[in-house]
């Protein structure tokens, strides 16, 4: 499939029953908050559905500012404050167990390239 045939194939479509007005909170400190508003096409807000929070801080690491975020389990901005600590250290638990597994598997491959194989043993 050429270039430009597989930009025909991108559905590039806002899907206007799930849309969210958003809002940007933060300590200018730790780290901030993502709110997403619920809204409706016309742009009032769509109180049949939650506000989601996601929660967003960087680390500095060796080779720059690690970004980390999720989403927080909050109804409320209160709550999400709440649970931004946790929810962070969770987080950054599981990226840094997703990077370790990557470098086994690197190791292990690594190891597997460079096996001698002689003949006839």
Do not use: C, W, Y
């Not at 109180?47 to 980390?68: C, K, N, Y």
């Not at 962070?88 to 990226?95: D, G, R």
Request: glycine share 6%; proline share 6%.
């Amino acid at each position: 499939m050429s270039g430009q045939e597989q930009i025909q194939n991108i559905n590039f479509s806002i899907d206007k029953n799930d849309l969210f007005r958003e809002e940007s909170i933060t300590d200018l400190k730790v780290g901030s908050i993502r709110r997403l508003i619920p809204i409706k096409p016309d742009g009032t807000q769509d109180t049949a559905r939650d506000e989601v929070f996601i929660g967003h801080t960087q680390l500095m690491s060796p080779e720059g500012p690690l970004p980390i975020q999720s989403e927080l389990e909050a109804k409320t901005l209160g709550e999400a404050i709440d649970v931004f600590p946790a929810t962070m250290k969770q987080a950054l638990t599981e990226m840094i167990e997703q990077i370790q597994q990557l470098q086994r598997q690197r190791q292990a491959q690594e190891r597997d390239k460079s096996r001698i194989i002689v003949p006839g043993r």
